[in-house]
């Protein structure tokens, strides 16, 4: 609904590996600096639960592969 395409980065299916990686929101060498990460103490802090959070981080962590 929110970045189903209409808004940056596109998140949705087949899309949103690519948009997260070639735009910059990740930063394998210092998870906790990826934009994808950073969003949740700022504008997105009430868009996803602590888990959710704790996962990106964790893929991040685990080197964000396409998995
Ligand atoms: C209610 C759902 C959501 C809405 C309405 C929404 C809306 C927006 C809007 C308007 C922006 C551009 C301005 C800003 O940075 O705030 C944005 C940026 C962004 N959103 Fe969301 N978003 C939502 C959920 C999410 C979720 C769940 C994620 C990640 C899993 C996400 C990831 C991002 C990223 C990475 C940016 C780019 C921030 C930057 O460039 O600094 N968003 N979103």
Not at 14 to 28: K, P
Request: proline share 3%; hydrophobic share 30%.
């Amino acid at each position: 609904m929110c970045h189903g395409g209409g808004q940056s980065p596109d998140l949705s299916a087949g899309w949103s590996y690519d948009e997260l990686m070639d735009g910059g929101y990740v930063d394998t060498e210092f998870p906790c600096s990826s934009v994808i990460y950073e969003i949740f103490s700022g504008s997105h802090s009430d868009r996803a639960t602590e888990e959710d959070i704790l996962t990106i981080l964790g893929w991040i962590d685990e080197g964000a592969k396409d998995n």
